[in-house]
């Protein structure tokens, strides 16, 4: 496996590359606020990177997974170390800025959920044989939702964003059924992955 300083080090260098050509984009021909919510979207795209690092940090081994122990929670741990480095490091181009996520209970629910989902996956992708169809439509499902959340990180960060009780379940505003599919699926989608990695694996820890 990739040594844990190495991943750390590949995320920093990630990080910095994704903010410097945020910054030369954008060259101060924006708002304070659109300036931040471009770092956020930075955060989207780095999720790719950021899941390579960690799949890369997934031990492997010749036993089959029902005598290995997987420590996911220490891996989901790491996941969440990177995206604190992208937080320091986004504060140094936009300040305090990059910190306002925490200004919402939402807003950090859905980072929260989004991060355990994306290291769950490359966990997932890393540790067992993706070869079956089902797989990559369920890693697909789950990248949408992703991206669902992290819509709703934005918004609930942003000025003049989501900022009302029924905005808790942004879809619901399109139709209520997308609205309990969206609530179901905030529930189901960590409680099958990690089923699936529990009846695999002898242990997560």
């Not at 492997?60 to 170390?81: D, H, I, N, T, Y």
């Not at 990177?82 to 140094?92: G, N, S, W």
């Not at 409680?191 to 695999?200: A, F, K, M, S, V």
Request: include cysteine; charge should be positive.
């Amino acid at each position: 496996a990739l040594p844990r300083s190495w991943a750390f080090g590949g995320a920093a260098v990630a990080t910095v590359l994704a903010c410097l050509s945020t910054t030369i984009v954008l060259r101060g021909h924006v708002s304070h606020e659109e300036r931040q919510l471009f770092y956020f979207i930075d955060l989207l795209f780095l999720a790719v990177p950021f899941a390579m690092l960690l799949m890369a940090r997934v031990p492997l081994a010749e036993a089959p997974p029902s005598l290995r122990k997987l420590p996911v929670p220490s891996l989901l741990a790491e996941l969440f170390g990177f995206v604190a480095l992208h937080m320091a490091i986004a504060a140094c181009f936009v300040g305090g800025a990059a910190f306002e996520v925490f200004s919402s209970p939402v807003a950090i629910f859905y980072l929260l959920w989004s991060v355990a989902v994306v290291g769950l996956v490359a966990i997932r992708a890393a540790a067992l044989p993706v070869n079956k169809v089902l797989t990559h439509l369920w890693f697909a499902f789950c990248a949408l939702a992703v991206l669902v959340a992290g819509v709703h990180v934005v918004g609930w960060t942003v000025k003049h964003g989501l900022n009302d009780a029924e905005d808790v379940l942004a879809l619901g505003q399109l139709s209520p059924l997308l609205g309990l599919l969206q609530a179901v699926c905030l529930v189901a989608i960590p409680w099958l992955c990690i089923r699936g990695l529990r009846q695999r694996f002898a242990s997560l820890r």
